[in-house]
């Protein structure tokens, strides 16, 4: 069975063109239902300051102090970022919305063995808080295309 992994910001892709201006590393890749994502690769990672030994909000890839760069962008219209890794169908999913200038929803969480809330997979309820429908789809992530590429790496193809 295949893996899946993803470190990315979602967003509308106005909101997410300063992060494309600020590191000219990073890629806006459209995605369904109007929203853009930003691959968070290996290399937008060292360009944005990368880790530290905390971990901002509990999640895994999320460079020291970029919280504070989504909370600014925000201000803009709503951002997300997300984290997920599947191997077998088991896995984890991390995800928090920022809109208006703070931290507007989550960090959410599903670890190995947890079911998702019955609101949806946490990035599905950020998708939901971002406008998306599931009309006619699985869930929230089903309809952006989110399962398009199976790993961070591959939206830059």
């Known amino acids: 069975m295949l893996g899946y992994t993803l470190e990315a910001l979602i967003g509308d892709p106005e909101v997410l063109r ?26 937008l990672f060292d360009a944005a300051g990368g880790g530290s030994a905390s971990k901002p909000l509990g999640f895994w890839k999320l460079p020291a102090q970029f919280d504070r760069g989504l909370a600014g962008w925000s201000a803009a219209g709503p951002v997300a970022y997300v984290e997920a890794e599947f191997f077998g169908g088991v896995g984890t999913q991390r995800a928090a919305l920022w809109t208006g200038g703070r931290l507007a929803l989550g960090p959410l969480f599903a670890d190995e063995d947890e079911p998702f809330d019955p609101a949806g997979s946490p990035i599905s309820q950020v998708l939901a808080r971002l406008g998306v429908g599931r009309e006619g789809h699985h869930d929230e992530f089903d309809a952006v295309g989110l399962g398009r590429h199976r790993d961070t790496e591959g939206w830059l193809s």
């Open 18 to 43: 300063p992060v494309v201006q600020r590191w000219p590393v990073a890629a806006l890749v459209t995605l369904d239902a109007g929203l853009s994502l930003i691959p968070l690769t290996d290399e």
